[in-house]
T-cell receptor, first 113, second 112 residues
Framework: EAGVTQFPSHSVIEKGQTVTLRCDPISGHDNLYWYRRVMGKEIKFLLHFVKESKQDESGMPNNRFLAERTGGTYSTLKVQPAELEDSGVYFC???????????FGDGTRLSIL | GEDVEQSLFLSVREGDSSVINCTYTDSSSTYLYWYKQEPGAGLQLLTYIFSNMDMKQDQRLTVLLNKKDKHLSLRIADTQTGDSAIYFCAEGDSGGYQKVTFGTGTKLQVIP
């Protein structure tokens, strides 16, 4: 069984540009989560999907971040326009049910220059 | 809100046991997790314990949970150089959808 996959593994863009991160959850997992770790800080929750619906987006930092999960399969996280403080590692996780452990992908390292 | 605390660094000799400690604040957490991150890699779910348990053993790993003190520990027996990594303690939110709150991570250095 394939794990959670994220693409790209590393992205380097200039301030003001747009970047889209992708996450493919484990097949059959309805719950999909986004987290991020910015420099020197803890890994923090961003938002949670159940199928295609956003259940909790309380961790989204501001309206420059847009997450989608059309069709309830893979998810994208778009940052537009990117700012320097957005640099960090963005993790995606999925779980089969709401009370099941979350499995994480390898993360996307985002560097804003 | 939830808070998870753990020490930043631990150094042990190869063959010794390692014990990584963690404290958390949400007494209603359903799951408590240990994730492992090796250099350049993602987060690997190492083990987890359901909140109605006080111990879980899986090969060289032993997880102890003290709910009264909100204390979680991970013991690695016969620590190997391949165990060198950052270990994150995490708790699942007590709400319905189990948002995970992470500690800062403990960097385990194994000395040959």
């Amino acid at each position: 069984e394939a794990g959670v996959t994220q693409f790209p593994s590393h992205s380097v863009i200039e301030k003001g540009q747009t970047v889209t991160l992708r996450c493919d959850p484990i097949s059959g997992h309805d719950n999909l989560y986004w987290y991020r770790r910015v420099m020197g800080k803890e890994i923090k929750f961003l938002l949670h999907f159940v199928k295609e619906s956003k259940q909790d987006e309380s961790g989204m930092p501001n309206n420059r971040f847009l997450a989608e999960r059309t069709g309830g399969t893979y998810s994208t996280l778009k940052v537009q326009p990117a700012e320097l403080e957005d640099s960090g590692v963005y993790f995606c996780a999925s779980s089969q049910g709401q009370n099941q452990p979350q499995h994480f992908g390898d993360g996307t390292r985002l560097s804003i220059l | 809100g939830e808070d998870v605390e753990q020490s930043l660094f631990l150094s042990v000799r190869e063959g010794d046991s390692s014990v990584i400690n963690c404290t958390y604040t949400d007494s209603s957490s359903t799951y408590l997790y240990w994730y492992k991150q090796e250099p350049g890699a993602g987060l690997q779910l190492l083990t987890y314990i359901f909140s109605n348990m006080d111990m879980k053993q899986d090969q060289r790993l032993t997880v102890l949970l003290n709910k009264k003190d909100k204390h979680l520990s991970l013991r690695i027996a016969d620590t190997q150089t391949g165990d060198s990594a950052i270990y994150f303690c995490a708790e699942g939110d007590s709400g319905g959808y189990q948002k995970v709150t992470f500690g800062t991570g403990t960097k385990l250095q194994v000395i040959p």
